[in-house]
């Protein structure tokens, strides 16, 4: 894993700023860095040295006549064979890195060069000759890469707090990716939440050219994901392929010159990621998870039964010490480069910190749910399906006969409201209101801006054109629109971004077994009842866990992870928070209702609840508003020169 970034186009004092780049990229490659630079262009690089660690394997790298540079984040799964493959061409190689077959397989193949990697990456290559840079991202965005547009200079880094180190940046909010984060929690690629800056998308290529001092530039999907539900494919043969093809995915994601183990959370996905694991070293494989002091979010038994059933080198790491602290928190939030309001970032991050003490690459159990179907929406998805064949004025009853049960406290204030909502949604508005953080009516009342934005719903519109919904069975069609938006949506843009966001703030290597080509492929053809059995998710993974792990195991319901809020976060936060969000200095009522979020924030702060509002929901509530206002106050508007 590495720190890359640079630009094609006219910078005075460049060398100046590409020092900046690679200081503000150090974290993500602490081991070197390296910068190389033409007249009209640079590309920068900070080394986090996992495959051949000597000086051959330091970027930015060539081809041999040196007129194609790269500088590459990630790891190259099959670099092996595309190096026999372009060692029979007549290309040599000064060292044994993944990185080195990129300028000769651009050489070789030309732009089509992305759609032969597998891996996790963020790369770009420079061609001298013809003054063109390309920029690619792996095919679910993995590995984060960020871009700043203009007539006279493209810049790109691995991290948006880098490009903001540039002169010329547009750094005015986009009002657009303000809304849409206020209800999702997370900015949608390609938006960002700066005007200027762009995120490449999953399976992208960018291409831009340097012609007279005016640089042009266009982008292409060379990748994109096909749902396509096999009905001929049974539960052995599925149960068959998906054993053979976690082992394959795993041993191919082994290879390292430095210390590697596994994260063994105790759940489903990384129980059977470690299992494969061992079989690949051959007895030899260090898991780690870590104890919670509170019960109810600690899963160590698991994770010791597995380790013992399988003879790894374990250990328990303890999530004591975790600081709750006004500049604990804000620090993160603001690592992370732009709002983003996912409270499971600050559990991830304290993984992270106490796994790089022992190893510098980890396996993840990560991307297991999207793919074989395990999040509770895609049982829920099958009841709404089945309910809404009632007439509307059963669910209105339904609806009235639960009121008395909110008013007492016995269910959520918002549950009878859910139950209209899903009553006459369209298919769409089903995975909407599944996948926001702020439903509809609760987005719409905070929402005051009277800047123009376009709805939410759009997201899931388009979603839902991908998951073709020509699709016989209308439990099928929202079970491919609930996949199209987990994988193209939250796994980017949250699920990843979070991972890659608190591991490479440690300089850690994580990867993603579950997330491999093949396999991945291979649940996008599982039909809806191979991965949902009643409100049993994921049914092939469990088979195969079945198998593989502990009965006891096996069968354990799936446990949320993250930090207990109202036992973590101090006095001392909580008075910022509310100075902060409250304040005369807050930049909030800008696009927010102060009346509408006052309230709510009071109530966090307080210990109290607030229009049914878990307590939960309040501080995922008040992070999402921390993490905006950070970023208004952090470069107000305008174009920094």
């Known amino acids: 894993m590495c720190g890359i970034a640079g630009w094609l186009g006219g910078l005075p004092n460049g060398d100046k700023y590409g020092i900046g780049l ?114 690619a991202r792996d095919r679910f965005g993995i590995k984060p890469l960020f871009y700043a ?79 396509a539900p096999d009905p001929a494919l049974g539960l052995a043969e599925a149960e068959r392929r998906a ?30 990621i470690s299992v494969a694991a061992q079989e690949a070293v051959g007895g030899e494989l260090r898991t780690f998870n870590v104890r919670f002091p509170e019960k109810e979010y600690d899963e160590t038994w698991a994770a010791v039964a597995v380790a013992n059933h399988i003879g790894s080198r374990h250990e328990t790491l303890s999530m004591d010490g975790i600081p709750g602290t006004w500049d604990h928190i804000t620090s993160l939030l603001r690592h992370a480069g732009q709002p983003y309001a996912d409270t499971s970032l600050f559990a991830a991050h304290a993984v992270c910190q106490r796994m790089r003490r022992h190893v510098a690459v980890a396996l993840s159990g990560d991307g297991g749910d999207e793919g074989f179907g395990g999040y509770h929406f895609y049982w829920q998805i099958a009841r709404v399906a089945r309910w809404q064949r009632l007439p509307m004025s059963v669910w209105n009853g339904a609806a009235a006969a639960l009121m008395p049960l909110s008013r007492w406290g016995m269910i959520s204030s918002r549950f009878p409201e859910r139950l209209r909502d899903f009553a006459g949604a369209d298919d769409p508005a089903i995975v909407q209101n599944m996948f926001c953080w702020l439903r509809e009516k609760e987005h719409a009342g905070l929402w005051s801006s009277d800047v123009k934005v376009e709805p939410v719903r759009r997201l899931f519109e388009r979603q839902w054109e991908h998951a073709m919904p020509q699709r016989s069975s209308r439990l099928e069609r929202l079970g491919a629109l609930a996949t199209e938006a987990n994988t ?91 100075e902060a969000l409250l304040g005369s200095n807050s930049r909030l009522p800008e696009y927010f209702n102060p009346d509408v979020y006052r309230p709510m924030v009071e109530a966090f702060c307080s210990g109290q609840s607030c229009h049914g509002i878990s307590r939960e929901g309040l501080y995922e509530r008040a992070i999402m508003l921390l993490t905006l206002q950070l970023s208004l106050d952090r470069k107000g508007s305008g174009t920094r020169s």
Not at 89 to 101: K, M, Q, W, Y
Not at 187 to 213: H, V, W
Request: charged share 25%; hydrophobic share 40%.
């Open 22 to 135: 690679a200081r503000a990229l150090k974290h993500r490659g602490p081991d070197a860095e390296g910068i190389k630079s033409w007249p009209e262009a640079t590309l920068v690089h900070t080394r986090l040295s996992i495959i051949d660690l000597t000086s051959s394997g330091a970027q930015p790298l060539s081809n041999e006549d040196g007129t194609i540079w790269t500088v590459f984040n990630g790891e190259i799964y099959n670099h092996h064979d595309l190096r026999s493959y372009l060692e029979g061409r007549g290309h040599t190689f000064r060292g044994r890195s993944d990185s080195e077959i990129l300028p000769h397989l651009y050489e070789e193949d030309g732009i089509a060069f992305a759609e032969k990697l597998r891996g996790m990456f963020a790369l770009a290559i420079y061609d001298c000759r013809k003054r063109t840079l390309f920029l």
């Open 488 to 578: 193209r949506l939250m796994l980017t843009n949250d699920f990843l971004f979070k991972v890659d966001t608190a591991s490479m703030k440690e300089g850690l290597e994580v990867r993603v077994p579950m997330l491999d080509e093949d396999l991945f492929s291979f649940a996008l053809t599982l039909p809806y009842h191979l991965k949902v059995q009643g409100r049993t998710c994921k049914r092939i993974l469990r088979a195969v866990a079945q198998r593989w792990l502990p009965t006891e195991v096996a069968n354990k319901p799936k446990m949320g992870f993250g930090i207990p809020v109202d036992r973590w976060v101090d006095s001392d936060f909580k008075e910022g928070l509310r």
């Open 149 to 227: 547009a203009g007539p006279g200079r493209l810049a790109f880094a691995s991290e948006i707090n880098a490009l903001l180190q540039l002169p010329d940046v547009d750094v005015r909010p986009d009002p657009q990716a303000i809304y849409d984060f206020s209800a999702l929690f997370y900015i949608p690629a390609p938006q960002t939440f700066y005007s200027g800056i762009r995120a490449l998308q999953p399976g992208e290529i960018l291409e831009a050219r340097l012609d007279s001092g005016v640089t042009s530039w266009r982008t292409r999907q060379y990748h994109s994901w096909t749902i």
């Open 243 to 272: 054993e053979e093809l976690i082992r394959t995915a795993v041993h191919r994601q082994m290879e390292s010159d430095v210390p590697l183990g596994a994260l063994l959370s105790g759940g489903i996905d990384s129980s059977l």
